[in-house]
């Protein structure tokens, strides 16, 4: 014989329990009250029990109810939990992963995670997108990405977002082999700062800190000679002219001439910057990202940490 006491049924009871008013809880149902009403008596009838006191004003639960509630909660509860069990387990099979990255560099920093997870998971999707600050945290807390990866200089601008730093850069400023501060020792500040600069234009962050430098060193207002994304064009700039380029890595950079190139470091005077994930604190993580986010820890862990 089939029970009028269904899922559907045992919602609307828990509901009505919960807001002590048959109005209140058809409005959060979007059921009508008469609706509402002919389920719970329906309820009532098939048990042969009395679930809620009809009062003056609002309804009270009976003993009988009391009961009722509770192990209806407990039902719900895990039914809750099996739906969202499989659909994590749907996810990880057929799900997509949409990440943003503040600056565009920083997906370098996550290929290793990324490639691991496609090979974990074959059928899933990845989508990437990057751009600034203003075209891409918008795009997290509207839901349009599930998580952005980027410098911490970058994120924390926004505090409607949650940020986790994963791992300290370090900063070094890039040379040619040749460079006239190739054969000169306890090179300085100043000494690097005086030699024209190339920049990407996604480092905004960076940018604004190396401003600050020239104007504790009492240069002239910083203004990058050179500017582009072009990783190769960026070589053949530094082969041909006494520019530097500033870099970050998440690994120590060995200092001195390494190939065709010298790399500066702790000679200029810059804030930490972090590889950090940002999620929306407005929307449910999904179990793509939550996966992401632990091999990405993983690793970084194993490289050793600091």
């Known amino acids: ?63 009988e109810g009391t009961r009722f509630v509770s192990r209806a909660k407990q039902i719900l509860g895990d039914v809750d939990n099996l ?62 990405l599930n998580l952005v990866v980027g410098s911490n200089r970058y994120l924390e601008r926004w505090r409607e977002l949650q940020i986790t730093r994963v791992k300290r850069m370090h900063f070094a400023c890039m040379c040619r ?24 234009p996604t480092i905004e962050t960076t940018a604004s800190d190396l401003a600050q430098r020239y104007i504790a060193n009492k240069l002239p207002e910083f203004q990058p000679r050179y500017v582009t994304d072009d990783d190769q064009l960026i070589q053949r700039l530094l082969d041909k002219t006494n520019a530097y380029s500033p870099i970050q890595f998440p690994v120590p950079i060995p200092g001195g001439v390494q190939g065709n190139r010298l790399f500066l470091t702790d000679v200029i005077d810059l804030p930490d910057h972090y590889i950090s994930i940002a999620t929306s604190p407005y929307r449910p993580m999904t179990k793509l990202a939550e996966r992401f986010i632990e091999l990405v820890n993983a690793q970084w862990e194993r490289l050793g940490s600091e």
């Open 1 to 63: 014989m089939h029970s009028l006491v269904d899922l559907k049924r045992m919602r609307y009871i828990v509901e009505v329990a919960k807001a002590e008013a048959i109005t209140t809880a058809a409005e959060i149902l979007a059921i009508s009250q008469p609706a509402l009403t002919r389920n719970i008596a329906e309820v009532e009838s098939e048990l042969g029990v009395q679930l809620f006191h009809r009062m003056p004003r609002g309804i009270q639960l009976t003993d």
């Open 177 to 200: 082999a040749g460079h006239p501060l190739a054969g000169k020792n306890n090179i300085q500040e100043l000494d690097v700062l005086s030699y024209p600069a190339i920049l990407t």
């Open 83 to 144: 739906l969202t069990e499989m659909q994590e387990e749907s996810d990880l099979l057929t799900g997509r992963l949409k990440i943003g990255f503040v600056p565009s560099g920083y997906a370098h920093h996550v290929r290793d995670a990324l490639t691991h997870m496609v090979d974990q998971y074959p059928g899933i999707s990845i989508e990437t997108v990057s751009g600034n600050l203003q075209t891409i945290c918008p795009r997290l807390l509207h839901g349009e």
